[in-house]
């Protein structure tokens, strides 16, 4: 089986260095992506995997590639990460509703803890791999 991996899309590439260590650790293929189309067709190809995807100013272009990973590979679970300047609880609560309606399973807002990312993002690979595996045929003859 190949290795399973995390896909991060974003510009900064602040995301991607934060999952680093635990990716290494866990021996996952820790692949970025700046251009929506490049990321689509990394998540189409190699499953199981989880998609982190961090909002930034071209937030039209990133929901979009949302909806377009709903669509075309709704087994893959997605973290959205926003660093778009909101003014408040209702903007906060109205991002996270379009996000969640576009297909995501996680939406955070800053200040984030280190290891909240990380937890979450190897919850689901870690889900998506039992997903992935078949189970096990008893052998027994009860």
Known sequence: MR?????????????????EQVA???RWLLRESRRPAACLELVRQA???VLVLKL?????DELTLLADVHEHAPDCP???VSDVKLEGPAQRLNLAGLAYDLGARYVMFPPLERSLLEDVTAGLLNAAL????????DDSDA
């Open 47 to 49: 499953r199981p995997s």
């Open 3 to 19: 290795h399973p991996q995390v896909v991060v899309f974003e510009g900064s590439g602040s995301v991607a260095k934060q999952l």
């Open 78 to 80: 997605v973290v959205v």
């Open 130 to 137: 039992r997903r992935s595996v078949p189970a096990a045929e």
């Open 56 to 60: 930034e100013r071209r937030l039209v």
């Open 24 to 26: 290494a650790e866990n």
